[in-house]
């Protein structure tokens, strides 16, 4: 098996700045890309991704805001957020796509959530 463990979220004002992490481990051959979404009331919404050769995509909404970066010897992803906004309120979770070691298919995993709460 494998888990994703979050941390490094909270309660900040707007115009202020977090950095979450996401750590994986367990049953790892290799991980494909590593990402984080959010969810305030509603669906679940794609905030960054970043692929094992570093590509990133980033949604409009934080664009020029926040930077996902990865530390790939740690299988660990992190999300930098600047300039905070209330609308960034949500529940951040972190994805990975994970080759696992027992078979030659790719699953994706994610973590429990962490509550980033922006206050204006």
């Known amino acids: 098996q494998v888990q994703l463990v979050e941390s490094g979220g909270g309660l900040v004002q707007a115009g202020g700045s977090l950095r979450l992490s996401c750590a994986a481990s367990?049953?790892?051959?290799?991980?494909?890309?590593m990402g984080w979404y959010r969810q305030a009331p509603g669906q679940r919404e794609l905030v960054a991704t970043i692929?094992?050769?570093?590509?990133?995509n980033y949604a409009d909404s934080v664009k020029g805001r926040f930077t996902i970066s990865r530390d790939s010897a740690k299988n660990t992803v992190y999300l930098q957020m600047n300039s905070l906004k209330p609308e960034d309120t949500a529940v951040y979770y972190c994805?990975?796509?994970?080759?696992?070691?027992?078979?030659?298919?790719?699953?994706?995993?994610w973590g429990q959530g962490t509550q980033v709460t922006v206050s204006s």
């Open positions: 994805n990975a796509i994970v080759v696992v070691t027992t078979t030659p298919y790719k699953y994706p995993y």
């Open positions: 692929s094992s050769r570093g590509s990133t």
């Open positions: 367990g049953s790892i051959f290799s991980i494909n890309s």
